[in-house]
């Protein structure tokens, strides 16, 4: 079993016991100009999380962008003209 699949069950075992013993918590979220009343305290969390995502989201694209550019402008190794694969033979003889 994969390291990765453990944590992910750990995590959201932690998770299901937040929820768990928040169900019965309410709170009142503001947005300035409306007011939801009675949002159970798990909601509240996960959407904190999942909009922290949507934020990170665009910064993590554009690093890929970066990598893939950096190495795509990267020069190819010219031959070693001791290169082991033609026998270390200088290829003009």
């Known amino acids: 079993m994969s390291w990765r699949l453990i944590v992910f069950i750990v995590v959201f075992g932690i998770f299901l016991a937040f929820i768990t013993v928040n169900l019965d918590n309410r709170c009142d979220v503001s947005f300035g100009f409306a007011t939801i009343e009675g949002v159970p305290v798990f909601l509240t969390v996960f959407f904190s999380f999942v ?43």
């Open 51 to 93: 909009l922290g995502l949507l934020c990170t989201l665009p910064f993590a694209i554009n690093a890929v962008k970066k990598r893939r550019g950096t190495a795509e402008k990267a020069s190819p190794v010219s031959k070693n003209k001791s290169d082991p694969s033609d026998g270390g033979h200088d290829a003009s003889n």
